[in-house]
Nanobody
């Protein structure tokens, strides 16, 4: 599946953004999907993930501020980001996997579970 992100930008502290990830070549309903953040010099980290059945998982620092959702009809993954902080700054990438290898929703935040990646959209909070 091919993935294209959009919706990033520059926002003030406390502001909001909604990221989108449009899929083509297959339907998102067949995939576990996640959002990851990449900061130069640091490892890619899981932000939020959503399983095929709608189960979700969030990184601790995002709980209560971010919401991941998937619209099968629009073939799109979303990330609603509220109460943004400077430490949320980074390149946000979406990813897809046909399955998780192992048990537990925590795997949704493991970058090694995913095969397909988008190019990312930059989020800057200042």
């Amino acid at each position: 599946v091919q993935l294209v992100e959009s919706g990033g930008g520059s926002v003030q502290v406390g502001g909001s953004l909604r990221l989108s990830c449009v899929a083509s070549g297959d339907t998102v309903g067949r995939y576990c999907m996640g959002w990851f953040r990449q900061v130069p010099g640091k490892a890619r980290e899981g932000v939020a993930g959503i399983d095929k059945d709608g189960s979700t998982r969030y990184a601790d620092s995002m709980k209560g501020r971010f919401i991941i959702s998937k619209d099968n009809a629009e073939n799109t993954l979303y990330l609603q980001m509220d109460c943004l902080k400077p430490e949320d700054t980074g390149m946000y990438l979406c990813a897809a996997a046909t399955r998780m290898y192992g048990l537990g929703v925590a795997l949704l935040l493991d970058k090694y579970q995913y095969n397909d990646w988008g190019q990312g959209t930059q989020v800057t909070v200042s």
